[in-house]
T-cell receptor, first 109, second 112 residues
Framework: KNEVEQSPQNLTAQEGEFITINCSYS?????LHWLQQHPGGGIVSLFM???GKKKHGRLIATINIQEKHSSLHITASHPRDSAVYIC???????????FGTGTRLQVTL | DAGVIQSPRHEVTEMGQEVTLRCKPI?????LFWYRQTMMRGLELLIY????????DSGMPEDRFSAKMPNASFSTLKIQPSEPRDSAVYFC??????????FGEGSRLTVL
């Protein structure tokens, strides 16, 4: 079993829909990261959080440390949100992240 | 700051040739990571440095791979000799302490 699990693996949505991507982890963490990668593109850090909730534009990330679970929400989705979203965790013992396998999101018109 | 800078962006080479990938981390960052991304295996950590010192190279596939960080502003990942199975996108990333991780644009390597 992977230490970091994401669901769903693939997601198709229509423009304007509210989207939720989930991340569960099985280890103790000091922080959780959400990353975005557009097709053929680089990897961009969206959020780094260790508690509560963060918001940036149409993106919201939440984390529940007790339940070892985080969600990434996209409100009013747009085709430009089509990308792979990757959850990664800092276990705190070393500065290397443990990555989930990613969620491929496609937003259609 | 210009962000993490990688070169080359694309490299096509023939099997057996030496490949050198380069990375300039963000100034002031004390951690540097080399990752490899393939469709089959996703993102894999190859090696990371702290203050120019290699900390964990357990992800380096085999002796054909080597990485150096001679100073705080430059790192190289070398593959010698290259093989077709090394074809992948190689990412360099840097961070300060346990802060946000910043990735370069990646170097897409194709070994024929």
């Amino acid at each position: 079993k992977n230490e970091v699990e994401q669901s769903p693996q693939n997601l198709t949505a229509q423009e304007g829909e509210f989207i939720t991507i989930n991340c569960s982890y099985s280890v103790g963490i000091s922080a959780l990261h959400w990353l975005q990668q557009h097709p053929g593109g680089g990897i961009v850090s969206l959020f780094m959080l260790s508690s509560g909730k963060k918001k940036h534009g149409r993106l919201i990330a939440t984390i529940n440390i007790q339940e070892k679970h985080s969600s990434l929400h996209i409100t009013a989705s747009h085709p430009r949100d089509s990308a792979v979203y990757i959850c990664a965790v800092d276990t705190g013992t070393a500065s290397k992240l443990t990555f989930g396998t990613g969620t491929r999101l496609q937003v259609t018109l | 700051d210009a962000g993490v800078i990688q070169s080359p962006r694309h490299e096509v080479t023939e099997m057996g040739q030496e490949v050198t990938l380069r990375c300039k981390p963000i100034s002031g960052h004390d951690y540097l990571f080399w990752y490899r991304q393939t469709m089959m295996r996703g993102l894999e950590l190859l090696i990371y440095f702290n203050n120019n010192v290699p900390i964990d190279d357990s992800g380096m596939p085999e002796d054909r791979f080597s990485a150096k960080m001679p100073n705080a502003s430059f790192s190289t990942l070398k593959i010698q000799p290259s093989e077709p199975r090394d074809s992948a996108v190689y990412f360099c990333a840097s961070r300060w302490n346990f802060g946000e991780l910043f990735f370069g644009e990646g170097s897409r390597l194709t070994v024929l």
